[in-house]
C-alpha cells in the first residue's frame, strides 16, 4: 500500500500546486470584450438574430459542423465496440411510467421543436432541443426496452447522420456558390440554417439515445 | 511571405477536408461498401493532397476563410507548407494501408467498422492538419482520438481493451489540459485563430502556463517519454491494419500541432533550458525505447517500443528550433521517414503474425524466410529506422546532424547517432533471423494484395530519399508566427 | 480587470479549483467511472474559465458560450465512449479499474 | 553525348542496383545469371565519357552531384573491370557446373538439391544481391560528386559485403564478419560524422567546395582518418582484413581487396582539408603507411594459407600508397603528381591483387606447377617486374620523391626495400600454392577467362593509360633501381624456400591470422575468465564472447532489460503517469518561468 499512498500525496502536491499557478494567473486575466464587437458588427449578415446561434451556426459552423461529427464518430465507435448489457435489461412494470411517458414524449418532441425553432431569435437552438429530444428517447428505451428502435438499419443509421449530411450539403453548396466552405448565400441563410438545425437537433436526440443504448440497437447486431 | 487569400471558389483545403469526410459518412450508412468507398477515398484524398501541395509548392500557403468569415470572427483553413507536407505523408501512408486493409479485413466479421472508423480518423486528421483555430484543433484532436482509440479496441480481448482504455483516459487528459490552455487564451487575448493570436501574444507567466499545459498535453498524446507507456500496448495489440495508422500516421498528428503552436504562438518562449529539458527527454526515449525493443519478445510490441525510441527524436525540434532557423524541418522531414518505415514494419509484421498464427519473435524466422516479399520490405524499412543511405530516414538522420552541428548543440548529434546504432542493434534482432539456416515456410494463406502494398510503401520510404530537396523546399512555405522561425 | 467584479472572480477560482481536482480524481481514483466522472468535472473546470471570459466589460462576448455549448457536446461524446468501453473492459476483465501493471506479453 | 551525361553517370551505379532490387524480388529465377552486365555502364562510362563530365540530379537526396575527374576515370575503370571479372568468375565458381563440391559454400538450403541441378537456391541469389548491392557502391562512390553521394555509396559497399563476408556462414565466417562489421560500423559513424563536420564548414555538399573551402577542422581530419582508414587497412584499424578475405568466397575476396580498400584511399584524396593544420595527418600517413608496408610483409611471410598472405600483401601495397598519399599531403607542391600516381598505384594493384586472388580459386582445380602458369605474371607485377604495371607505379611513386623540393631519402629506402619484401611476400604464396595436393578438375572457361582478362589489362594498362611514364621508366638507372629489391626479394625468398625443402622445416606460425586481434581475443577471453567469472576454458575473445552470450554478458544484458521492463511496468501505471504529467506541466512551467525571469 506504500505506493499507492505516496502517488496520491505526490498527485494531491502537484495538482494543489498546479491549482495555485493556475488562480494566481487567472486572477490576472485582463478585461476584454473579446469578440463581442466583430460578432454584432456582422450580425446583420448572419442570417439569425441571436448571437449565440450566429456563432455556432454561422460564424464558427465549422466548429459546429465537427462538433456534429463528433456526436456522430461516438456513435460508431459505441457501435463498433459492439452491445454489452442492454440497458435496462427489461422494462419498467407497472402503469405510471408509460401513462406518464404518454403525455411526456409528445411535449418533449414539442418542447425540441420550439426551442429549436426559437433558436434563431432568442436564447435555444438544436443542441437544446436536441438534448430534449434524446431524454424523451431515453425514458422510452427506459419504459420499453425492446421496442423503440424498430426501426430499419439504413434509415436508422440516416436519420442519425441526418445533422451532418444536412450541414455538409449546406456547407459544399457554400463552397460551390463562391460563400466558402460552410457559407451561406445572405438571403437563404436563415433558411438553411433553420434546416441545419432541425436535422442536427434529430440527429442529436437520436445520437444521444444510441449513446445511451451502448451504440447499437436490437436488430442492428450484424452489420455485414 | 506571400499568402493567397482565397475565400471564394473552390480551395483545396476545403476538398482535403471534404473528400474523407464524405466517405467516413458513406461508410457509415452502407459499412458493407466500405472497402470500395475506402479505396476511392484514398486515391481521391492523394489527389487533392497533392493539388494543394502543388498549390503551395507554386502560389504559396492559401488561406481559406470558412463560411466567407474572416478571422478572428471566423474560422480560416490553414494550408501552408507544413500542413501540405503532413498531408501528402498521410494520403501516401493512407493510401498504401488501405491496400493493405482490403486483404486484411477482407471480408472478415466485422469488417465494416474498420472502415467506418478508419476513414473518419483520415477524416480528422486532414482536417486537423488544415485548421488554423486553436478551439477547432480541440475538436478535431478529439475526433482523432475517439477514433484511434476504438481502433485499438477493435482488437477484443482484455489487454487491447486495457491498453484502449489507458490510451482514451490520457488522451482526455491530454485533450483538456490542452483546452484549459485554449480557455486561458481567450481570456488572455480574445481570440482562437492562431495567425491573430501569434501577433498578440506576449511572453508572461499565462503564456507560459498555455505553453506548458498544451506541450505536456501533446506530449501525451505524442507518447513522448515518460509519458509513452499507453503506446506499446496500445499499438501492440490493435489490428495489424490500425497498427501502421496509429503509429506512422496518429502519433505525428499531436506531434505536429505541437509544433505548429511552437512556430506560431510559443516562438519567444523557446528558451535554451526548454531545449535541454524536452531534448533530454527525447535522447532519453531514444535509449528507452531502444533497450525495450530489446526487452520485447513478441513482434507488435517490439515495433512499438521502436516508435517509443524514434518519437524522442521529435523533441528535438525545441533544442533545433533555437539553434538554427528552420531547424525545426529536418524533424518534420524525420516525422516522414518514420511514418514511411514504420508503417512498413508494422504491415510485414500484421502480415508475419497472421501467416504464422502468432507474433513470437524467436520462432518468426520459418515464415520470414517463407515470406520474401515481407521479409524483403521489412528489411528497407529497418533500414530506413536505422537510417542507413537510400532511405529517407539517412536524409533524416544527415539533416538532424548537420542542424545539430550548424546550430553548435552538436550533443543531439550524438543523440541521433547513438540512437542509430541502437536503432541498428534491434533492427538486426528483427532481420537477423531471416538469415539464419533453414527451411521456409509461408504459413497461412495471404491475401496477396498486403504483400504487395507492404513493398509498395517500403519503397516510398526509399523514394523519400529522393525527395530530401523537394521537401524541405515545400516546408519552407510555412505560415510561423512573427518569430518568423 | 475582469476580477473586479466577485463573481467573476469566484468563477475563475472554482474553474481552476474543479480543474485541478478533476485531474485528482481523475489520478487516483481506481474506479474507471469515477475517473470519466473526473473528466467531466475536469472539462466543467474549463468551462467555467471559458464563460468567465465572456463578462466584458460592457458587451456579453457570445463566443466563450458558443465553444462551451460544442465544448459540451464533445464532452458528452467522449464520456459515453469511455462508459462504453468502461463496460467492455469490465465484461473482458471482470472489473472496471485499470489493471496496475501492463499484461504480460 | 553531353545530353546522355546525367543518365549514363546515374546509370553506373543504377543498373546494378537495379538488378539486385529484381534478383532480390525474384528470388528464385535465373536472373544471377545477369550479374555481370550490370558492370557495362561502368565500362562503356570510363572509356567513353570525357574527363570532366558531371551531373546535378537536384531532386535526389539533398541535391546530389556525380563528376568523372582523371583519378576516378581510372579508377572507374579498373573497379569495373575487376567487379565484371570477378562476376564473371563467380557464376563459375558458386554456379551449378561447379557441382557437389561446391555445394557447401551455397549455404544449407542447397544441401537438399541434387548436386548440379539447376543452380536456384536463395542462397546463391542472395550472393548475387549483396555483390551487386557492393558493386553499385564501389562504382558509385568513384563518380561521387558530394559528401552525401559519397557517404551514401560508401556505407552501401560497406554494409553490403558484410554479406559477402559471412555468406559461407561458417564459424570462421561469422567471426570475420562480426569484426568486419563492428569495425565496419564505427567507420561509417566516424565517416558520417566527420563528413557532416566538413558539410558544415564549407558550407556545401560538394565536393569541390570542400576541398577549396572547408577550414582544415582537425576533428574532421580525425574521423575521416578512422572512418576511411578502417577501410584502407590503415595499420592499426587493418584487423578486419586478415580475418574477412579468407573468409569470403573467393570472387567476393578479389572485389574486397582489389577494389573495395581503395574506396578510403578515394576518400582521403577527395576530402581530407589541405592547410597547415593538417600537416600532421600527412605525417601520420607517411609514418603508418610505411609501417603498414613492413608489417604486412612480416605478418604475411608467417601465414599458410594463400588467401591470408594476399590479404597482408595488400595491407603492405595499400601502405605504399599512404604513404605516397601522405607524402603529397606534406608537400603540396608535389601533391598533383603524386596523387595521379597513387591513383594509377591502386589501379595497378587492383588489377594484380584481383588477378592473384582469382588464382586462388582457380588453385582448387588446377593443382601442381600448372598454377604457376596462372599466378607467376600477376605475382611478378605486384613485385614490380619490369614492362609491367608494378613496374611503372613503382617507378612513378618514386620519381617525384627524388626532386629537391623535399628530402625523402629515409623514405625513398624504405619503399624500395618494401617493394624487396613485396617479392618475398609472392615467394612465399608461390610456395603455399605449389603445397596444395589433390585431383585437378576442368577449369571452366568462365574462371579463366577473367583472370586472363586482368593479367593482359594488367601488361597494356601502362602503355595505354600512362604511356609517358612507360617511357620514362625504360630508363637503365630506373629499370636497376626497381629490379634489384626485387632479386634481393627473390633470392633470399628462394634461399629460404630451398633451405626449408631440404631440410624439411615447416613455417613456423608466429604470427597469427588477424595478427594482433588474436592475442586481444586472448586478452578478452583472460579477463572475462579471471573476471567475468565465465567457467570453462576460453582461448579467445571470441569463444569467451560467445561463453559470455550463455552466461555472463547475457546475465549482465538480462539484468538490464529486466530492470527496464521492471521501469517500464511502473511506467504504464496509472498513477505514475498521471503524476508524470503534472510534474511535466509545473516543470515545463517552472523551467520556461525560470529561464525567462
Not at chain 2, 521489412?378 to 542507413?388: E, H, R, S, Y
Not at chain 4, 542496383?17 to 545469371?33: E, I, M, N, P, T
Not at chain 4, 594509377?344 to 588489377?351: D, I, K, N
Request: glycine fraction near 12%; proline fraction near 6%; aromatic fraction near 8%.
Amino acid at each position: 500500500m506504500s505506493r499507492p499512498r505516496l502517488s496520491h500525496v505526490l498527485t494531491s502536491l502537484l495538482a494543489g500546486a498546479l491549482g495555485v499557478a493556475l488562480v494566481l494567473i487567472l486572477l490576472e486575466l485582463p478585461a476584454h470584450s473579446g469578440l463581442a464587437e466583430p460578432v454584432t458588427e456582422a450580425m446583420d449578415r448572419s442570417g439569425v438574430g441571436h448571437e449565440v446561434t450566429a456563432v455556432l451556426l454561422n460564424f464558427r459552423g465549422y466548429d459546429t459542423f465537427l462538433e456534429l461529427a463528433v456526436l456522430l464518430l461516438a456513435v460508431w465507435v459505441a457501435w463498433s465496440l459492439g452491445r454489452q448489457d442492454p440497458v435496462p435489461a427489461r422494462s419498467v412494470r407497472g402503469p405510471v411510467l408509460r401513462g406518464t411517458l404518454r403525455h411526456l414524449v409528445p411535449v418533449a418532441v414539442l418542447t425540441g421543436g420550439y426551442l429549436v425553432w426559437v433558436g434563431a431569435s432568442t436564447t435555444g437552438g438544436a443542441f437544446q432541443g436536441g438534448a430534449v429530444l434524446g431524454a424523451a428517447g431515453v425514458m422510452l428505451v427506459l419504459a420499453r426496452p425492446r421496442s423503440l428502435p424498430r426501426v430499419p438499419r439504413l434509415g436508422l443509421r440516416f436519420v442519425v447522420a441526418l445533422g451532418v449530411l444536412v450541414f455538409l450539403a449546406s456547407g459544399v453548396g457554400g463552397l460551390l456558390g463562391g460563400h466558402g466552405f460552410m457559407g451561406y448565400h445572405p438571403d437563404w441563410a436563415y433558411a438553411l440554417i433553420v434546416a441545419v438545425e432541425l436535422a442536427a437537433a434529430v440527429s442529436i436526440g437520436l445520437g444521444l439515445v444510441l449513446l445511451f443504448l451502448g451504440g447499437r440497437v436490437q436488430g442492428d447486431d450484424d452489420d455485414h | 511571405m506571400p499568402i493567397a487569400g482565397l475565400t471564394g471558389g473552390l480551395s483545396w483545403a476545403a476538398l482535403i477536408v471534404i473528400v474523407p469526410l464524405v466517405g467516413a459518412l458513406l461508410t457509415g450508412l452502407w459499412p458493407r461498401a466500405g472497402g470500395w468507398v475506402a479505396l476511392v477515398v484514398a486515391l481521391l484524398t492523394l489527389g487533392t493532397t497533392l493539388g494543394g501541395a502543388l498549390h503551395v509548392w507554386w502560389q504559396g500557403p492559401e488561406i481559406h476563410a470558412l463560411g466567407g468569415w474572416e478571422a478572428p470572427l471566423g474560422i480560416a483553413l490553414v494550408l501552408d507548407g507544413l500542413a501540405a507536407f503532413m498531408l501528402l505523408l498521410t494520403s501516401v501512408v493512407g493510401l498504401f494501408v488501405t491496400l493493405y486493409a482490403l486483404g486484411y479485413v477482407g471480408r472478415q466479421e466485422r469488417s465494416g467498422r474498420f472502415w467506418v472508423l478508419w476513414l473518419w480518423l483520415w477524416a480528422a486528421m486532414n482536417a486537423l492538419y488544415l485548421s488554423g483555430d486553436v478551439f477547432n484543433l480541440y475538436v478535431t484532436l478529439e475526433l482523432v482520438v475517439l477514433a484511434s482509440v476504438a481502433l485499438v479496441a477493435l482488437a477484443s480481448g482484455g489487454p487491447a481493451l486495457v491498453a484502449s482504455m489507458r490510451y482514451l483516459l490520457l488522451s482526455l487528459l491530454g485533450s483538456l489540459a490542452y483546452l484549459m490552455g485554449v480557455a486561458l487564451l481567450y481570456g488572455a487575448y480574445g481570440a482562437l485563430d492562431l495567425i491573430t493570436l501569434a501577433e498578440q501574444v506576449t511572453p508572461g507567466h499565462l503564456l507560459m502556463m498555455v505553453a506548458a499545459l498544451m506541450t505536456v498535453g501533446l506530449m501525451a498524446k505524442t507518447a513522448l517519454f515518460p509519458l509513452h507507456g499507453w503506446l506499446a500496448p496500445g499499438h501492440g495489440s490493435a489490428p495489424a491494419a490500425a497498427s501502421p495508422i496509429l503509429s506512422a500516421l496518429v502519433v505525428k498528428v499531436s506531434f505536429y500541432l505541437m509544433l505548429r503552436l511552437w512556430l506560431t504562438l510559443f516562438p519567444d518562449l523557446a528558451t535554451p533550458a526548454l531545449g535541454v529539458l524536452m531534448g533530454g527527454l527525447g535522447g532519453a526515449a531514444v535509449i528507452w525505447g531502444g533497450i525495450m525493443a530489446m526487452a520485447a519478445d513478441r513482434l507488435k510490441p517490439f515495433v512499438a517500443y521502436s516508435t517509443v525510441a524514434q518519437v524522442g527524436y521529435l523533441a528535438l525540434f525545441f533544442p533545433f528550433m533555437l539553434a538554427v532557423p528552420g531547424g525545426w524541418r529536418a524533424v518534420v522531414f524525420f516525422a516522414a521517414a518514420h511514418a514511411c518505415a514504420k508503417a512498413t514494419v508494422f504491415m510485414a509484421a500484421g502480415t508475419l503474425q497472421r501467416a504464422a498464427g502468432h507474433d513470437r519473435m524467436s520462432e518468426l524466422a520459418d515464415v520470414m524466410r517463407g515470406r520474401p516479399i515481407s521479409s524483403f520490405a521489412m528489411g528497407i524499412a529497418g533500414a530506413g529506422l536505422v537510417g542507413l543511405p537510400f532511405t529517407g530516414g539517412f536524409i533524416a538522420k544527415w539533416l538532424l546532424v548537420e542542424t545539430a552541428i550548424a546550430g553548435d548543440v552538436w550533443p543531439w548529434a550524438v543523440v541521433v547517432v547513438v540512437g542509430g546504432l541502437l536503432a541498428g542493434a534491434y533492427v538486426f534482432r528483427l532481420l537477423g533471423p531471416a538469415f539464419l539456416a533453414g527451411r521456409g515456410s509461408p504459413g497461412r494463406p495471404i491475401a496477396g494484395i498486403m504483400e504487395w502494398s507492404t513493398l509498395g510503401m517500403a519503397l516510398v520510404s526509399i523514394a523519400l530519399g529522393f525527395a530530401g530537396a523537394a521537401s524541405l523546399q515545400l516546408l519552407d512555405a510555412t505560415v510561423t508566427g512573427p518569430g518568423g522561425l | 480587470m475582469i476580477t473586479e467584479n466577485l463573481v467573476g472572480e469566484i468563477y475563475l477560482v472554482c474553474g481552476a479549483l474543479l480543474f485541478v481536482l478533476g485531474v485528482h480524481a481523475l489520478v487516483v481514483r481506481p474506479h474507471l467511472l469515477v475517473k470519466v466522472l473526473a473528466v467531466n468535472i475536469m472539462g466543467s473546470g474549463v468551462f467555467m474559465v471559458l464563460l468567465t471570459a465572456a463578462s466584458g466589460p460592457d458587451l456579453i462576448d457570445p463566443v466563450p458560450h458558443a465553444l462551451v455549448i460544442t465544448g459540451i457536446v464533445v464532452a458528452v461524446c467522449a464520456s459515453a465512449v469511455a462508459l462504453a468501453l468502461m463496460l467492455k473492459v469490465r465484461a473482458a476483465t471482470g472489473q472496471a479499474r485499470l489493471p496496475s501493471e501492463a499484461p504480460e506479453d | 553525348m553531353s545530353a546522355a551525361v546525367a543518365p549514363w553517370l546515374a546509370l553506373i551505379p543504377g543498373m546494378p542496383l537495379l538488378l539486385a532490387f529484381l534478383l532480390a524480388l525474384d528470388g528464385r529465377g535465373a536472373l544471377w545469371r545477369l550479374t555481370p552486365l550490370a558492370v557495362l555502364p561502368a565500362l562503356l562510362g570510363a572509356v567513353l565519357l570525357p574527363v570532366g563530365a558531371s551531373a546535378e540530379y537536384p531532386a535526389v537526396l539533398l541535391g546530389a552531384e556525380l563528376a568523372l575527374d582523371p583519378i576516378g576515370r581510372g579508377l572507374l575503370l579498373v573497379t569495373a573491370l575487376l567487379w565484371g571479372a570477378a562476376a564473371v568468375f563467380a557464376q563459375g565458381y558458386l554456379g551449378g557446373s561447379a557441382g557437389a563440391g561446391v555445394s557447401r559454400l551455397i549455404g544449407s538450403e542447397h544441401r537438399h538439391s541434387r548436386p548440379g541441378a539447376a543452380p536456384t537456391e536463395p542462397g546463391l541469389v542472395r550472393f548475387h544481391v549483396f555483390f551487386l548491392l557492393a558493386m553499385a557502391g564501389n562504382l558509385g562512390l568513384i563518380l561521387a560528386g558530394d559528401a552525401m553521394v559519397f557517404y551514401a555509396f560508401f556505407a552501401l559497399m560497406s554494409l553490403s559485403s558484410v554479406g559477402l563476408v559471412v555468406h559461407e556462414r561458417t564459424r570462421e565466417a561469422w567471426r570475420a564478419g562480426w569484426v568486419y562489421l563492428g569495425m565496419t560500423m564505427l567507420g561509417e559513424v566516424a565517416l558520417f560524422s566527420g563528413l557532416v563536420l566538413l558539410v558544415h564548414g564549407a558550407g556545401g555538399h560538394s565536393l569541390a567546395e570542400l576541398a577549396s573551402e572547408a577550414p582544415a577542422s582537425p576533428l574532421a581530419a580525425a574521423l575521416l582518418l578512422i572512418g576511411l582508414g578502417i577501410k584502407a587497412g590503415l595499420l592499426p584499424l587493418h584487423l578486419w582484413l586478415p580475418l574477412a578475405h579468407p573468409a569470403a568466397p573467393t570472387p567476393a575476396s578479389a572485389v574486397l581487396s582489389g577494389a573495395m580498400i581503395k574506396a578510403g584511399l578515394l576518400g582521403w584524396m577527395r576530402l581530407l582539408p589541405e592547410g597547415e593544420a593538417t600537416l600532421w595527418v600527412g605525417d601520420l600517413l607517411v609514418v603508418l603507411g610505411l609501417l603498414g608496408a613492413w608489417f604486412g610483409v612480416v605478418a604475411g611471410v608467417f601465414q599458410s594459407r594463400p588467401k591470408t598472405i594476399l590479404a597482408y600483401s595488400s595491407i603492405s601495397q595499400m601502405g605504399l600508397m599512404i604513404a605516397g598519399l601522405g607524402v603529397a599531403i606534406q608537400v603540396p607542391a608535389l601533391a598533383p603528381v603524386l596523387m595521379a600516381v597513387v591513383g594509377f598505384y591502386a589501379m595497378h594493384h587492383g588489377l594484380a591483387k584481383g588477378a592473384l586472388f582469382l588464382c586462388v580459386g582457380i588453385a582448387g582445380r588446377v593443382r601442381g606447377p600448372w598454377i604457376l602458369a596462372y599466378v607467376g605474371l600477376p605475382a611478378l607485377a605486384l613485385a614490380g617486374l619490369p614492362l609491367t604495371s608494378g613496374w611503372v607505379a613503382k617507378t612513378a611513386l618514386k620519381v617525384p620523391m627524388e626532386g629537391p623540393l623535399a628530402d625523402l631519402s629515409v623514405v625513398l629506402w624504405v619503399l624500395t626495400l618494401a617493394a624487396a619484401g613485396t617479392t618475398l611476400l609472392m615467394v612465399r604464396l608461390v610456395a603455399v600454392m605449389l603445397r596444395e595436393r589433390g585431383p585437378s578438375r576442368p577449369l571452366p572457361l568462365s574462371m579463366s577467362m577473367p583472370w586472363l582478362v586482368l593479367v593482359v589489362a594488367g601488361v597494356l594498362l601502362p602503355w595505354f593509360w600512362v604511356p609517358d611514364w612507360t617511357e620514362a621508366s625504360l630508363d637503365a638507372y630506373r629499370l636497376w633501381s626497381v629490379l634489384w629489391p626485387m632479386l634481393l626479394g627473390l633470392v633470399v625468398g628462394l634461399l629460404g624456400w630451398a633451405v626449408a625443402r631440404w631440410r624439411g622445416w615447416g613455417m613456423p606460425g608466429w604470427i597469427p591470422e588477424g595478427d594482433v586481434w588474436v592475442p586481444l581475443e586472448r586478452l578478452g577471453g583472460w579477463w572475462l575468465r579471471v573476471f567475468g567469472g565465465v567457467p570453462g576454458r576460453v582461448h579467445s575473445l571470441w569463444d569467451g564472447v560467445m561463453e559470455l552470450l550463455g552466461e555472463g554478458v547475457r546475465g549482465f544484458w538480462n539484468g538490464v532489460l529486466a530492470w527496464a521492463v521492471r521501469g517500464e511496468r511502473r511506467m504504464v501505471q496509472w498513477e505514475v503517469m498521471g503524476v508524470l504529467f503534472l510534474g511535466l506541466v509545473l516543470g515545463v512551467f517552472l523551467v520556461l518561468a525560470l529561464s525567462l525571469g
